[in-house]
């Protein structure tokens, strides 16, 4: 039997100009462009990061464990040794800027997406066919208080010394 070319399907998508967005209490993952918005502002994210908020969203409501997202976003049986998770979580929280304060610690458990009014309250993120918005999204007002780090100076590049020997 010999194998011809392969055969390939055409077909429409249902999706043109709309995107799988999961989003909660104004932040929200574009799931298929790799994206992330807080309060309607782009922000760039880790890939660990954004497996992080991608976790916390899909369980907006539900308070997640360390080992539950230990598990989800590393591995299965992930042995934390340094706070990895903490760190993790305090890079996205500076990064979602004043949305920062929906990612909630449960001291002693682990962490919960706060949700907002209005929202599923079953613990469910909404997960909708979208449309991004358009044109660039206003500045979000600025946080009287940061406990997020300035982002360290870029170093001059090394140069030698001139030697003496010409």
Excluded at 44 to 64: D, I, M, P, Q, S
Excluded at 83 to 89: D, I, M
Excluded at 93 to 99: D, E, H, I, T, V
Aim: aromatic fraction near 6%; charged fraction near 20%.
């Amino acid at each position: 039997m010999t194998a011809g070319p392969p055969q390939y399907e055409t077909f429409q998508p249902a999706t043109i100009g709309h995107l799988r967005l999961l989003r909660a209490n104004g932040v929200a993952l574009d799931i298929d462009g790799y994206r992330a918005f807080a309060d309607g502002t782009e922000v760039t994210l880790a890939r660990k990061e954004y497996a992080l908020l991608r976790v916390l969203l899909e369980n907006a409501g539900r308070v997640l464990t360390r080992r539950q997202l230990l598990d989800a976003v590393w591995r299965p049986g992930y042995t934390d040794h340094n706070k990895t998770l903490e760190v993790h979580v305090r890079r996205l929280r500076c990064k979602l800027g004043p949305a920062r304060s929906r990612i909630r610690t449960v001291r002693g458990i682990g962490y919960v997406f706060d949700i907002g009014p209005g929202q599923p309250t079953d613990g469910d993120a909404s997960v909708s066919a979208a449309t991004l918005p358009a044109g660039p999204a206003p500045p979000a007002p600025a946080s009287t208080t940061s406990t997020c780090p300035a982002a360290p100076p870029t170093p001059a590049p090394h140069r030698p010394e001139p030697s003496g020997d010409s």
